[in-house]
């Protein structure tokens, strides 16, 4: 077969390539391709290596060169993204992470729960208008408004800063980013602002109930007895990993979900009557329809993989939307099946070092979503063709119109 162009972001128009990647998991799979406009890369597409690979951290190596899937324009682009934990290797990240775990602790997520529920349910009032509407929008407000008021964002400033989130998840969209400026050049204006909030909440901090104070003040134990935080740049760049990674993703899986209702209302028939929506929903909808496609890694020594013979330097790709689809790990990968048990879906990344941080907030998000819709909308209507997202790592819907009407 052919080789497809994976690092194309029009590529993506018409839908995730499952069929290529089937081809890839049987035939080769850890796969040379050749690229564009950089140095090619390897794809590996089977369950089992990309999980490996998750987790092998010294041998796939994140802060070598970044995680994203476009090389750094600079050493200067390069210092910056390694400020971005998704983007270090431990101990730097296991250090980074443990200051900011005070963000997602268990405790903190359940009190988030009546919040999220009232927003859930102001959506959905609006849902039910009878009118069209772009769902893609509401999946963004609904992930968008969860963090900015989590962080203690001011509610005057959520219009700017959704404009320049889309703008910086969604780089690669036109329609979004007329000029296509390069993703480190809208991150000047995201961390700008994170810096000024920070400072901010220095010189105010009984007034901000945000968790911008937590992590202001959060601190670990060093081995010389002394203690470690975090600077002022890594809590702005924190600030953007949560802002922007939080609300690409789970509106994308939003939106999937509600396509799904509209075209296979049938397949969330037993929740929708039951107007409950059970955690097992949520994780089959992250396998079967999550948007996070990859996450690139540098390998840093030379090995064998499968036959492939991978060089130190080489960039090496992570499929997670080929392993979510293996038949080597999930029966039938292809049907949406809540009752999946276990469901080892590499959607928040497979374990490990790098496992999604905010993946309980993002369940909880959905959860509660889904069951407001389920308990209060009767049909999905599409209304109008929906436009994918051109990206070329997350699969989302730039628009999607759509009228659901009241049980």
Known sequence: MDKLDLADPGLYLSGVPYDYFRWLRDNEPVAWHDEATGSGYWVITRYDDVVSANRDWRRYSNALRGAMLEDPASEAELAVRRMIFVNQDPPLHSRTRKLVSPAFTPGRIRVLT?????????????????????????????????????????????????????????????????????????????????????????????????????????????????????????????????VVGGVGTTAHTLSEAVRAMGERPDIFDPYHRAGECPPAVIEELIRWGGPVMNFRRSATEDHELRGAQIRAGDKVLLSFSSANRDERQFAQPETFDAGRNPNDHVGFGGGGPHFCIGAQLARLDLRLMMREMFRRVERVELAGEPVRLRSNQFAGWLHLPVRMTAR
């Open 114 to 242: 009546e919040r999220i529920e009232a927003m859930c349910a102001q959506l959905v009032d609006r849902l039910l208008l009878g009118e069209v509407v772009d769902f893609a929008r509401i999946g963004e407000e609904l992930s968008f408004q969860m963090v900015a008021s989590m962080f203690g964002v001011p509610e005057a400033d959520w219009t700017m800063i959704l404009d320049w989130t889309l703008r910086i998840t969604n780089f690669q969209e036109p329609e979004l980013n007329p000029a296509l400026a390069p993703r480190a050049q809208l991150q000047v204006v995201a961390l700008d602002y994170a810096r000024s909030l920070i400072a901010e909440v220095r010189r105010n901090p009984d007034r901000h109930g945000g968790i911008v104070g937590d992590l202001v003040r959060s601190e670990v134990a060093k081995d010389d007895g002394g203690s470690d935080r975090l600077s002022d740049d890594e809590l702005a760049t924190f600030f953007l990993v949560v």
